[in-house]
């Protein structure tokens, strides 16, 4: 089943239209079903109000809300596959990790044909378990091929992703921790973008360098502090605060009286709205 979605509103107005395209006749309950997933990859239940008055006075982060206005970010639609994202993504830039999992669903994912277009679905842990190694690694993912694996695995042997979700913080992440190619960054990721997880902050070099340049005044502070500093600051919205200091960053920074030395991968669907523009 292949979904199209596509905004019909504005972020003051929201709405959202889909188009299902199936080879099978498409029930009640299947429509149903693909709102309820379009809504958990969309966060549309998620409400950024308490978010955005907790930053009201924070200059840095106002910014970006105003940029950024209604930004929520993409959720993966398991756990499974925000691991998966996770591990492509380590050490590497956004455009490899679209690629990476672009050659992963055309080697081993669901074929599906619509509109005349050829569509993969990304791999189940069934398929990457049974995919011999030098397949995977073919699909440019290199030293990761062992991971991914390895991952695939332990969910076909019974390892249960969905159940960790709602684990407390630190027990997921030592769930998450146990499987092979899975560190901190790469746990706390994939509970953000897998289990929406807004209570705790992911740190790598982006996010440390924003943190050190906008709230510490670039001094070389250790991880220990900067997530003191997110806890005391955001508490529960500490995700979302991750979010907005890391998208767009260089283009709304001047905003707040800063500058900002590194150059954003990611980008809001809904960014430079207010200005016109749509950034994807």
Not at 67 to 89: Q, R, T
Not at 155 to 179: C, F, H, T, Y
Not at 222 to 250: M, S
Request: net charge negative; charged share 25%.
């Amino acid at each position: 089943m292949k979904v199209d979605v596509a905004s019909r509103g504005t972020a003051a107005a929201p709405a959202l239209e889909f188009r299902v395209a199936c080879e099978e006749p498409v029930s009640a309950g299947d429509l149903a079903e693909v709102r309820g997933r379009v809504s958990w990859h969309l966060g549309l239940d998620e409400r950024l109000g308490p978010f955005y008055d907790l930053v009201a006075d924070d200059r840095v982060l106002s910014a970006s809300v105003a940029f950024n206005y209604g930004a929520k970010g993409k959720s993966a639609y398991s756990l499974f596959d925000a691991v998966v994202d996770c591990i492509c993504a380590q050490n590497t830039d956004f455009r490899r990790v679209y690629a990476m999992r672009r050659d992963l669903g055309i080697a081993f994912g669901e074929r599906l044909e619509a509109g005349g277009r050829v569509y993969h679905a990304a791999p189940t842990p069934e398929q990457l378990a049974e995919a011999p190694l030098e397949s995977i690694r073919a699909c440019g993912v290199g030293y990761r091929d062992r991971f991914l694996k390895g991952v695939a695995e332990a969910v076909v042997g019974g390892v249960d992703l969905e159940a960790v979700r709602v684990l407390p913080r630190e027990q997921a992440r030592r769930e998450l921790m146990a499987l092979p190619g899975v560190g901190p960054y790469t746990a706390d990721l994939a509970l953000i973008i897998g289990a929406r997880r807004r209570d705790w902050m992911f740190l790598d070099l982006y996010i440390r360098e924003a943190l050190r340049q906008f709230y510490f005044d670039g001094e070389p502070v250790g991880d220990a502090e900067l997530r003191a500093f997110a806890e005391r600051a955001w508490g529960p919205y500490q995700g979302w605060a991750a979010l907005y200091l890391t998208t767009d960053t260089e283009l709304w920074a001047h905003e707040a009286g800063k500058s900002f030395r590194l150059k954003s991968g990611a980008r809001s669907d809904l960014s430079g709205q207010a200005h016109g523009r749509r950034l994807s």
